[in-house]
């Protein structure tokens, strides 16, 4: 019985600090929203929860707390079943404090180009709809924005969705966005709108914001600044020419205006190219998310053995987690042999 009853709380204590927390709000909004729809009449809203543009001046908060906001079962049952799973791997690669700020910015800045743009479409049109009539929740930004991060990390690794279905971890994003583009042709702009603006802003910010481990470039560097991540890679061939020069004239008017860091080492910086095309490159960029994983995780094995005794033992009976290994070559997105649960 004791085994049993200490089970889950040792399971528990070796999931990373952000990821049991952001995991912890979305059950808990998510069933605040259902409690208070349960108890209230047909005119059911909660402007002080979810985004609603026309609302959301007087409640700030919301372009936060609207992705914990899961309205459907099914919508949190397929939440909860994939981002603390995502989140946990990529908070053991980066760390807690770069995993925070990756969640607030996909987040918080889609919400806010959403806010924009649901404001502007009342301007031009004059319809009320725009404003009280739409309300983004849920993790959609999100979504997308963990796919852009795995397609940077492991982009040829290949995954099973639903379990029959195998796919290259680079081609998932986009399909997504294509989803996302076909539902609001079709109408259905909020909140699939938001998974083009995640997928935008989270590459943005892995491109040229993220801070990466100072051991990789012997300093601060930010960003992935490399060629198989740049921005004409996300486009089939046929319209990489004006795509590259969209990009290149946004990054010439960004760099003057000092938008983004200039002049740093990148997180490819003491790796040299590697010949034998799309695997290869994919398996440099194992190599190179495991020497950051292994260093962080030989920091924190350092760190606990300056502590005495008593204490190392207490660390390791709570379930300290052990470091991961490289992923398999086919996983299930959902768990088992997740790519994304082992480094």
């Known amino acids: 019985m004791a085994v049993l009853s200490t089970a889950p709380l040792q399971f528990i204590a070796s999931i990373p600090p952000v990821t049991r927390g952001f995991t ?66 990529l908070e053991r690669l980066w760390g807690a404090i770069e995993t925070l700020k990756f969640i607030v910015v996909s987040i918080v800045v889609s919400n806010i180009i959403a806010f924009g743009l649901n404001w502007l479409e009342f301007f031009v049109l004059r319809s009320p709809l725009f404003l009280y009539g739409m309300q983004y929740h849920g993790q959609m930004a999100l979504q997308i924005a963990i796919l852009v991060a795995f397609t940077q990390l492991i982009p040829e690794h290949q995954v099973q969705l639903f379990g029959f279905i195998k796919a290259r971890v680079k081609t998932l994003p986009m399909a997504y966005v294509t989803l996302s583009t076909v539902l609001c042709i079709l109408g259905f702009q909020c909140p699939w709108i938001v998974i083009q603006f995640g997928w935008l802003v989270s590459y943005i910010w892995l491109r040229f914001y993220k801070k990466n481990s100072e051991t990789l470039g012997g300093g601060p560097a930010y960003g992935d600044r490399s060629e198989t991540f740049a921005f004409v890679s996300w486009f089939p061939p046929f319209i990489h020419t004006p795509i590259t020069l969209l990009a290149n004239t946004a990054h010439k008017v960004a760099s003057k205006l000092h938008l983004i860091p200039l002049g740093t080492s990148d997180v490819e910086a003491g790796y040299t190219q590697v010949p034998g095309g799309a695997r290869a490159e994919a398996e440099r960029r194992r190599a190179m998310a495991l020497k950051a994983l292994d260093q962080r995780m030989a920091g924190n094995t350092a760190a606990t053995s300056t502590r005495p005794a008593a204490s190392s033992s207490s660390t390791t009976s709570a379930g300290e987690p052990s470091p991961a290994k490289p992923p398999t070559e086919e996983s299930d997105i959902t768990g088992g042999k997740d790519g994304q649960e082992s480094r």
Do not use: M, Q
């Open 24 to 89: 912890a709000a979305t059950v808990a909004f998510s069933l605040l929203h259902y409690a208070l729809w349960w108890t209230s009449g047909d005119n059911f809203s909660v402007p002080y929860l979810v985004l609603v543009p026309g609302s959301s001046v007087f409640y700030p908060w919301t372009f936060l707390t609207s992705a914990f906001v899961e309205t459907t079962i099914l919508e949190l049952a397929f939440t909860l079943l994939v981002i603390p799973a995502s989140l946990r791997y």
